[in-house]
C-alpha cells in the first residue's frame, strides 16, 4: 500500500508500467534495511516534495523501537518536533514518546497534554529510558549523557547546518539522514564567506558536510511524490531534481478541480479556469519596475483568493473520490518576503478572507496546501539577486499543492534573468548547486507560459 492507502499501480492505467506503490516501497524496505541491519555510520535518504518524509522517519523510529533500541530523533522547529510526536502516538498508541523541550513559557502544543503516552520535560534526565526521545537540534545541542543512544533519525536534514550536527554528533552512534535536497538552504544570519570550499564550513548543510567526509555512506531516495499531481511532478522533477528525478503516485484522471460558479471573464477568473484544466496558471501583468509590495500584484493575489472561494471549488482525489469543497484552509499564498505576506494579508482583509494561510516560503516548507497562489519572487524586480534566485525558494513555492498552483508575476522576467546572468564569485572547493536559480527559474517560466494568461487590472 501507498502512504495514502491506495492500492500499488491503482493510480496509473495499465499501460503505465511504473508502480509507485511498488517503487516507494522498495525504496523504503532498502533503507529500513541499511538502518536497521547495517554496519554504516549513517544513511541518507533523499526525498522530493510530498514522497512521506515524515511517514519514513515514523516507521523507523517504530521499527527501532520494536528491535528494542532506544532512539533520539533530531528535528529542525518545534512545530516540527510536535507533528512527528503526534504521529507516532497516533501510529503506536501504546509507545511511551519523550518530548524534550526548552523552559521558554509555550514551549510545545498543548494538544500533547492529551496524549498519556507522550512525556514531556525539558530535562534529559527525565526521559531516559524511554524507546523514543523527539527533540530540536537546537536543544539536544545542550544535552550531556553518559552512554550515547545506539541510533538516532535526523529530519530535514538538508535544512540542518553542519555546525548543529557538530554539536550534537556525540550523542548516538548511527544516525539516518532524511531530508529534501531541493528545499530552501540552512539559514545563517551571519556571512559565512570566509568558510566557502572548507571541509568544516559551519553555513553547509549537515548533508553536504556529511558526505563530504564519508563518501561511501549509504544513499538512498524516495521515487515518488504522493503530494505533487501528475501535471506538477514532471516540471517540478526536471526543473529542481535533475539529477534524482521522481514520479507523482497519481494518474492524470485521478484528481480534479471544479467550481460550481462558471468565469465571468476577468483575469482571475479566466487563470482559475486555467489552472484547474492543467494544474498550472500564470496570471501576468504588465511589465513594470515595482516596489517590493507592488500593489497592483498584491491586489491581483487577493483576487484570485477571492473568486477562488466564491466560485464554490470542488475538488476530488484518490484519497476522497467524493467531492470535498474548496476551504479556505486549503489554500495558501507564499511570497519571498514577510513585508509581500504582510501586504496580502491586509488585501485579502479587506474583501473579507481571514482564513487563508499567507507566508513565505521558508515558512511554507513542508506544508500542503489544495490550491496554492504565488507571487513570483521576481516579479516587477530591476534586479535579480542571489536571494531571489535561491533555487530552494522557488522550488518550495511551486511544490506545495496537491491540485494546482497559480503564479502572478509581471511580465519581462525572462528579459531580467538574461540580463543579469550569475555573477557569484567561483570559490574553490565549493559544490556547484545544480540547477542554479537561473536555469531554474527559465524552466519554470517556459512552462507557465503555456498557461499564461495577460491581464491589465
Known sequence: MSPHGEAPGAAHGAADAFDPGAAAGRATDAILRDTLHGTARGVVVDSPPGAGKSTLVVRAALELAAAGRPLMVVAQTNAQVDDLVQRLAEKEPGLPVGRLHSSDADPYDKALDDLPQVRKSAKA??????PVVISTAAKWAHVSVDEPWRHAIVDEAYQMRSDALLAVAG??????????????????????EQWAGLSYDPSASAVSTLLAHNPDLPQHRLPVSWRLPATAAPLVSHAFYPFTPFRSGTGHGDRSLAFAVPSDGSGPDRVIDEAAASGWGLLELPARHTPRTDPEAVRAVAAVVRRLLDRGGATTSERAPEAAPLTADRIAVGTAHRDQAAAVRAALAALGVTEVVVDTA??????????????????GRPDATAFHLE????????????????????AGVS??????????????????????????????LAHLAEHRVPWQP
Not at 177 to 184: K, R
Not at 368 to 376: I, P
Not at 391 to 410: P, Q
Open 125 to 130: 534526565a527525565d526521559l531516559a529510558g524511554l
Open 171 to 192: 550523542l548516538f552512534e548511527r544516525a539516518l539522514f532524511v531530508g529534501d535536497p531541493g528545499q530552501l538552504d540552512p539559514f545563517a544570519i551571519v556571512g559565512s
Open 362 to 379: 521558508n515558512r511554507l516548507q513542508g506544508r500542503e496546501y489544495d490550491v496554492t497562489v504565488v507571487l513570483h519572487p521576481l516579479s
Open 391 to 410: 533555487t530552494g525558494r522557488l522550488c518550495v513555492l511551486a511544490s506545495r499543492h496537491r491540485h494546482a498552483c497559480i503564479v502572478i508575476c509581471r
Open 415 to 444: 528579459d531580467l534573468l538574461d540580463d543579469h546572468p550569475s555573477t557569484e564569485p567561483v570559490q574553490l572547493g565549493v559544490t556547484v548547486k545544480f540547477p542554479d536559480g537561473w536555469e531554474a527559474n527559465h524552466a519554470v
